[in-house]
């Protein structure tokens, strides 16, 4: 849980920092900056310096066969359903963080006169804490569903979360609104935190991958998982908003098929 609030907050400092130092530096070197892969020596420090000791195994339990590996006949089929799931949340998360500033820039350029000069219509100054609440929106959706989650199934927590995602990015396509835009966004950020922690709870159900292969099943859905951001990375870089918006609402859709067939998950009510 700690990890999952952590992440958020790390998202919405960068917004914050670009509004105190990004007319100092520039876009350039601030991107720069923004893109160091900072977390690697500290992983490289866990696995060197760290060293934990193996579990002590009860004979008694073993005699019982207490500590034999449970093996799930559909592992790959849980896989697969899980790395879809996380495919799809990763599209939305980096597809909102990188799509909010080129809606704002759109609405900006629309809402100036023809005369105004680059800097009305550049996303910057009180733009740049609007994107900052936006990625917080997530760290209230985590903290939802952690309160909450005991008090419903997996599918009845997550059928909601996917139809108002759905709901939003329609809304975004129909009616174009700069504050739509802003509230449409932080409500599937919110969304997005909800859906990104119930995953979570799935990626460690050992009962879901079975004790023989759960570290194996979990890191190749995680990783497969990626390949949303990828695909939300450059469909917004190189295809018009509206693409992105109809394609993140169809896949909000398919979301609705791959909840229902993942099931329960451990620690729902």
Aim: hydrophobic share 55%; aromatic share 12%; charged share 10%.
């Amino acid at each position: 849980m700690i990890s999952s609030l952590v992440y958020p907050v790390g998202g919405a400092w960068s917004a914050v920092w670009a509004y105190l130092i990004l007319d100092l530096i520039g876009w350039r070197i601030f991107l720069l900056l923004a893109s160091l892969p900072i977390f690697i020596p500290p992983i490289c420090m866990i696995h060197a310096f760290i060293k934990l000791p193996p579990p002590k195994q009860d004979p008694s339990n073993d005699s019982d066969g207490q500590n034999e590996a449970n093996i799930v006949s559909d592992f790959w089929t849980r896989v697969i359903k899980l790395a879809v799931f996380m495919i799809i949340l990763s599209f939305h998360c980096y597809a909102v963080i990188l799509l909010m500033p080129s809606m704002i820039q759109f609405f900006n350029i629309d809402e100036s006169k023809i005369e105004a000069n680059c800097s009305e219509t550049v996303t910057r100054g009180s733009d740049l804490l609007i994107l900052a609440l936006v990625t917080t929106a997530s760290l209230l959706g985590r903290i939802v569903i952690h309160a909450f989650r005991k008090k419903l199934s997996f599918r009845k927590f997550l059928l909601p979360v996917c139809l108002l995602n759905t709901v939003c990015f329609l809304a975004m396509i129909l009616f174009e609104n700069k504050v739509l835009a802003i509230v449409g966004n932080f409500m599937v950020k919110f969304l997005f935190g909800i859906s990104a922690q119930a995953s979570n709870y799935l990626t460690y159900d050992v009962d879901y991958f079975g004790t023989a292969a759960f570290s194996f099943g979990s890191n190749v859905a995680f990783g497969l998982g990626m390949i949303g951001t990828v695909a939300g990375a450059a469909m917004v870089s190189f295809t018009p908003t509206l693409a992105v918006l109809i394609t993140a609402s169809i896949l909000s859709v398919v979301q609705i098929g791959v909840v229902q067939s993942i099931g329960e998950v451990n620690g729902f009510g």
